[in-house]
């Protein structure tokens, strides 16, 4: 196999993260009476986001095909995409067709951690070459998925009047933690918030943007069904 000359250029790789979500009992809502009016500065992604259902335990990820025109006399055939999880050997995933610049991976298991890396793949007849692996775009391609609690269950509604979304779960006078994120963006930035009880009233939406909600019982890893709701 060839090794890739000084004049091939890298190509741009993004990963995203698709959210799965749980379906919720049909309930009575009930009027909350807490309500959130601000949220504090989204944090950015870790390294290595931590997954919980905002994410799902299903990713996939996609890249750019590479700039310019191919090494000399060589045609694009495919990429190879290859995985590690944790920290064993690599190992190889699939390969795509030249078109096919996107891979959704099977469910992942909770508690370990997943990295994927992409490369292209070039032909010559008999003659092969490889590119060197993408370059690392603003989201990175690792994912450590978490567990969902699956007592937990979240209704968010947008059913409150303008700019507003309520939110109802079934649990305790106890505090929750509220995790909202823009749902066309579902690796994040996420903002939290800590509410007492089992309700509250978003007054802090934009109307006609989509929003995502997560919900745990304060300090506990394990999360509720995501919703996701669009203001009206």
């Given amino acids: 196999m060839l090794t890739p000359h000084g004049g091939m250029r890298r190509f741009l790789l993004v990963c995203c993260f698709a959210a799965m979500f749980s379906g919720s009992a049909g ?5 909350p009476t807490p ?9 950015t992604p870790p390294t290595c986001p931590t997954s919980s259902p905002s994410y799902g ?19 694009l055939t495919g990429y190879a995409v290859e995985q ?11 390969k795509t067709d030249p078109k096919t610049l996107r891979f959704a991976t099977e469910a992942l298991a909770p508690k370990q951690t997943y990295t994927w890396r992409v490369k292209a ?13 993408a370059s690392a775009g603003a989201v990175p391609a690792c994912l450590q998925v978490d567990t969902e609690n699956p007592d937990l269950k979240l209704i968010a509604k947008a059913d409150c009047g303008k700019n507003c979304i309520s939110l109802l779960w079934n649990g305790s006078v106890a ?8 749902c066309t963006n579902p690796v994040g930035p996420f903002s939290e918030r800590d509410v007492l009880g089992s309700s ?20 506990a890893g394990a999360w509720s069904n995501p919703q996701c709701v669009v203001s009206q």
């Fill in 35 to 43: 309500t959130i009016t601000s949220w504090p500065v989204a944090a």
């Fill in 175 to 182: 505090t929750y933690t509220i995790r909202r994120w823009d």
């Fill in 200 to 219: 509250t009233n978003d007054l802090s939406v934009e109307a006609g943007k989509s929003y995502g909600y997560t919900v745990t019982v304060a300090g």
């Fill in 57 to 75: 335990n299903v990713g996939y990820m996609q890249w750019n095909a590479p700039k310019g025109q191919p090494p000399s006399g060589m045609a």
């Fill in 84 to 94: 590690q999880i944790g920290a064993s050997a690599w190992q190889p995933l699939t």
């Fill in 27 to 31: 309930a009575q809502t009930p009027t």
């Fill in 121 to 133: 793949l070039y032909a010559k007849g008999s003659q092969k070459l490889e590119s060197a692996y």
